[in-house]
């Protein structure tokens, strides 16, 4: 028996040691499991607990789906599973879920939370949330080594339309104290906030310690300023007034007093405010920002109340990490990539230990560390050789999230039966199975999709593009700016100038004759006098995009090849609002190069078509008669629309959405969401419209579709405790179904009564 466990051991340690490969197999993920097992299993017996129970496949099957595809398996993927003789079929499951879109859906909203992601940042436009979304989900989809996913994020610059990346940092726009305080707590595990105005009361970091360490990414600017060819284009012309005054000046027998004069009468004739606020016009809100850059030669001063004994205020912080060694920075390197090279390092002591914690409290609910963010020197793991052997163990898979996942899952502790028992701070805790833990409001969303939808799984892919045209158009305006002849800008916003003026003019009389028939009560006057002005407005915004925005578009394909041409979404509707009408413009043009072309309305129209048709062929395949495919139909649109999987809906939900009800994170701190019970969860599950005739409990949702293909009552039941509990019923569940039926319950009253339940909420 010695024996067999050292061989055991052994096979495992060189399983640790050796590199393994993206993607590790089913039989080695059981392999890196054992080990893991074999050390819980010493530490049990030096504690004197027992090991629980293994779960049976139902209660496996239902647990993984919900950690690994973020929502409960169908009928059908149960079906299959429990009925497989295959001995390691869970290892297949584990493996074959990791690989699917699910997981990119569900620990999207895992690291959304984290990360505090946004679709909408304050004072920005949607361009980069939207583009930092999809770099998130890209990275899970591709998967990313966790190392490498955080170094991009922490040395990210460029634009949202290169870089999703950058959305880390304008995440906190002009706030890079609050981002490092942040920064350290999420990666490194480390609380340093309370130095960023004191001395740590409780811990041993000090103020120049957090500015030192906040030095590193100090530099860090939006980037939203596209008119630099245009101040350009003035500072020149401004220097050539300047150059003629100093000329005159030193000829002037007056002292240059006339000169001045003639200066002075120059410039304020260029109007310069007003000329940029012409060009502004067509840009909006579109670049606000776009980018991220970083200024390397920015510096961090000590604050002007700072009162410690190592500094005073105005001092100089030079970049330097709070821990280990100071990696070399040289006189322009950028200190951002120092800075994310030197956290990300597998030497770093507590990145890796960080992670690892997180991974595994997501599939056993309780880390091996807890509190896992606030980590001090004294901290120390529940069960030491375990993290110890997890941290070699991320570190020899390359950060590779799924394979670690995949080893916790496959391990005998992970398969045991849930422990009833609540954690509570500083009591010890075995892992002898993961704590019975309440779905996550994203889970229990997506659980109840699974039940409304025929493809629960679905990407938004109308959404996806609508945020990467949003991104191209930003993308279209900033190169049409950036690159344009600055001096040919100015030019035409003094060729608008001119227009300007003359509508001023306009407008200053006809406001005077509406303030004149207002005095006299003329209502009818007034009203002429009020289309007027919008016929002015109107006159304005059309020159504007004709004599302005018109020469930028065609300049703007010119400069991209030959080939390239510019036209008009004939599907975008255009807001009619005359002041937004040079923004609305941008949205509506589309030049060869930035992005898929828009389709054409007939396109559209196809598109429609086949997706209907296609819709109708499931109906078939499915089963429903003829009569009932336009209710199908509609009812698969709808689930499209507004049933998606939560990672496919606005981050966070709007106030008032089943999931803000059911506790999901506000994305305004980290880690917010909130898994406490509440009476509106309670009204929410028994009269959301989602558990309703409207959804779920609509005769085209999957769920209802099953059951009335069960056939007898008895098999309806079974077939209700299958899809919503991965289970058959006891006996006595059956017995008292029996009873209820008899009394006119329907199946639906069934389902009702289940989803209402604590055991449909909890993952046992």
Not at 190 to 199: G, K, L, P, S
Not at 290 to 312: N, Q, V, Y
Not at 366 to 374: M, N, R, Y
């Amino acid at each position: 028996m010695k024996v067999a466990h050292l061989a055991l051991s052994l096979a495992c340690v060189l399983l640790v040691q050796a590199p393994l490969s993206a993607a590790i197999s089913p039989q080695q993920a059981r392999q890196a499991a054992a080990q893991i097992d074999a050390l819980l299993v010493e530490h049990w017996q030096q504690a004197g607990v027992a090991a629980a129970e293994p779960i049976d496949d139902g209660i496996f099957v239902r647990r993984i789906y919900l950690d690994l595809a973020g929502r409960i398996p169908t009928p059908v993927e149960a079906t299959a599973f429990l009925q497989s003789t295959q001995s390691d079929k869970r290892s297949n499951l584990i493996a074959d879920l990791l690989s699917r879109e699910s997981y990119v859906s569900t620990f999207y909203n895992f690291w959304a939370d984290i990360l505090r992601h946004k679709s909408n940042f304050v004072n920005t436009s949607n361009i980069i949330p939207a583009a930092y979304g999809q770099y998130i989900k890209q990275s899970l989809r591709e998967n990313k080594p966790y190392d490498q996913f955080v170094r991009e994020l922490l040395s990210a610059k460029g634009e949202a339309w290169t870089n999703g990346a950058i959305g880390y940092y304008t995440r906190d726009p002009d706030m890079p104290l609050d981002n490092m305080a942040l920064t350290s707590r999420v990666f490194l595990g480390t609380r340093i906030e309370c130095a960023q105005c004191h001395n740590h009361p409780f811990d041993k970091w000090k103020q120049t310690e957090f500015y030192r360490l906040a030095a590193y990414t100090y530099g860090n600017k939006p980037v939203n300023e596209a008119l630099s060819g245009v101040r350009d284009a003035f500072r020149a012309r401004e220097q050539t007034i300047l150059d003629d005054f100093k000329r005159e000046k030193a000829t002037a027998s007056d002292g240059g007093a006339a000169a001045e004069l003639r200066k002075n009468q120059r410039l304020e004739a260029m109007e310069l405010r007003k000329v940029l606020n012409i060009i502004r016009k067509g840009i909006g809100q579109l670049l606000s920002p776009m980018g991220l850059d970083r200024r390397l030669e920015a510096t961090l001063k000590l604050p002007h109340d700072f009162h410690e004994p190592d500094g005073k205020p105005g001092d100089v912080m030079t970049p330097r990490p709070i821990f280990g060694a100071a990696p070399e920075l040289k006189p322009g390197d950028d200190s951002a990539d120092v800075f994310a090279r030197w956290l990300t390092s597998p030497e770093n002591p507590r990145f890796t230990r960080v992670i690892v914690n997180r991974l595994w409290k997501r599939l056993f609910g309780v880390a091996l560390v807890e509190p896992l963010d606030d980590l001090r020197d004294d901290t120390r793991a529940m069960i030491p050789a375990v993290e110890a052997h997890l941290q070699r163990l991320m570190i020899s898979l390359k950060y590779d999230q799924r394979d670690f996942l995949a080893i916790l899952a496959n391990t005998r502790a992970y398969q045991s039966a849930a422990s009833v028992k609540e954690y509570a701070a500083g009591d010890p805790w075995h892992f002898t199975s993961p704590a019975l833990r309440r779905m996550t409001a994203e889970q229990a969303w997506d659980s109840l999709v699974t039940l409304v939808s025929h493809e629960p799984d679905a990407r938004d892919l109308r959404r996806e593009a609508r945020d990467r045209r949003r991104i191209d158009v930003s993308h279209m305006v900033a190169d049409a700016y950036v690159n344009a002849d600055g001096g040919r800008l100015v030019d035409l916003g003094y060729a608008m100038l001119g227009a300007e003026k003359d509508l001023e003019v306009k407008e200053k009389a006809i406001r005077e004759q509406t303030i004149d028939a207002k005095r006299r009560g003329d209502q009818n006057r007034e009203t002429q006098l009020r289309r007027a002005l919008g016929e002015i407005e109107r006159a304005r915004n059309q020159s504007y995009v004709r004599e302005f925005l018109s020469p930028l578009i065609t300049e703007l394909a010119r400069r991209k090849g030959p080939g390239a041409v510019a036209t008009e979404d004939e599907t975008y509707k255009m807001n009619t609002n005359p002041a937004v009408l040079g923004v609305e413009t941008w949205r509506k043009t589309y030049v060869t190069g930035y992005g898929p072309a828009p389709l054409t309305a007939a396109e559209v129209e196809a598109a429609n078509k086949a997706e209907s048709d296609r819709l109708r062929a499931l109906g078939v395949r499915l089963g429903y008669a003829e009569s009932e495919m336009s209710g199908f139909v509609a009812h698969c649109q709808r689930a499209s629309g507004e049933w998606l999987r939560a990672s496919e809906l606005d981050s966070p939900a709007p106030r008032g959405h089943f999931l803000r009800t059911m506790g999901q994170s506000d994305r305004d701190f980290v880690e917010n969401a909130n898994l406490n019970s509440s009476i509106p969860q309670a009204l929410a599950l028994m009269n959301s419209d989602l558990i309703s005739a409207k959804g779920v409990l609509s005769p085209f949702s999957p769920l209802m579709h099953y059951i009335a293909g069960a056939g007898t009552r008895d098999a309806q039941a079974k077939a209700v405790y299958l899809a919503l509990l991965s289970r058959t019923p006891t006996a006595a569940e059956s017995a008292a179904w029996q009873k209820a039926a008899d009394q006119g319950l329907e199946p639906a009253d069934l389902v009702y009564a289940i989803l209402n339940s604590k055991q449909f909420l909890f993952i046992q």
